[in-house]
């Protein structure tokens, strides 16, 4: 699933503004947030950390992490849970958007980005593998073949196994997963009071993770001397590309003549990294 996503995934964005990735990093508190809810409510840790990466509203880093730490009758909530969230971005996201900013600070328009040299797309994916091995190892599983994927793309000489892995893969491997995860989900153990739980906890990170990273969004908007538009900080969650178009939506709602989709693709795909690395902290600690 990773190797597919990195073929589908363009780092331009963050590769123009790499400050975005402190807004990724932000909504992060999520995960965290979510590993103290779920402790709370009586989880221990290792299944707490398991529920927990639905904050980073990343469906196959929840299903990774959770079949390691979680016992098998809540990978099948975990993993709804994770994609009902990733699917409700435009009815939960906007309206925090809303609360935590003015319209004046949605009305900040951000200039035109520049392009992207192609040998710095194709370095990136080997330096951030290269880096996350060294700073967070229990990461590269997934990290690495989504760089490797990405590598596919960028390299411009192997467009048959980028476009593979585009599609023909990442559909088989979407229907082989949601057959087995669907596979766990039987009546007597996904119908308990612990699924609600769950629910709960992922409803609560991805609150969490989206206010973190709209109020780093308004920091960084004050420091840059009112140029970065804080709603971008809302797209720090890695469930690409719809918390980039609800961000974008939110925007037009002040000013229609407003385009942050591709200023906002930054932060979401530095969200992608930000939650793998955040699970491989989390397996680093417990596993």
Do not use: C
Not at 197 to 208: D, E, R, S
Request: glycine share 12%; net charge neutral; no cysteine.
């Amino acid at each position: 699933m990773f190797l597919g996503l990195g073929a589908l995934t363009d780092f331009s964005g963050l590769l123009q503004r790499p400050y975005v990735a402190f807004l990724a990093a932000a909504a992060q508190i999520g995960i965290f947030g979510a590993l103290i809810g779920a402790v709370m409510l009586g989880f221990d840790l290792s299944t707490a950390a398991g529920i927990a990466v639905i904050g980073g509203a990343d469906g196959p880093t929840a299903i990774y992490v959770s079949t390691l730490l979680a016992p098998e009758s809540l990978w099948g909530p975990i993993a709804v849970s994770a994609y009902s969230y990733m699917a409700l971005v435009p009815i939960i996201q906007p309206p925090i958007m809303r609360l935590l900013t003015t319209e004046g600070e949605r009305r900040v328009r951000m200039g035109q980005l520049a392009p992207v040299r192609r040998e710095i797309r194709i370095m990136f994916p080997i330096m951030a593998t290269l880096l996350i091995g060294v700073l967070a190892p229990q990461a590269v599983p997934l990290v690495g073949l989504m760089m490797f994927g990405n590598l596919l793309r960028e390299s411009g000489v192997t467009e048959r196994l980028a476009g593979s892995a585009q599609n023909e893969m990442i559909n088989i491997v979407t229907i082989l997963l949601g057959l087995t995860v669907g596979s766990t989900m039987a009546g007597d153990t996904f119908l308990e009071i612990e699924t609600l739980k769950v629910f709960a906890v992922g409803l609560l990170a991805f609150i969490m993770a989206t206010t973190g990273g709209v109020l780093f969004g308004k920091i960084i908007y004050v420091v840059s001397g009112k140029t970065v538009n804080p709603l971008l900080g809302a797209a720090g969650v890695s469930a690409v590309p719809m918390s980039a178009r609800a961000v974008h939506k939110v925007a037009q709602e002040a000013d229609p003549d407003n385009f942050l989709v591709m200023h906002a693709m930054g932060p979401n795909v530095a969200g992608v990294i930000g939650s793998a690395v955040a699970a491989g902290v989390l397996l680093s600690l417990l596993s």
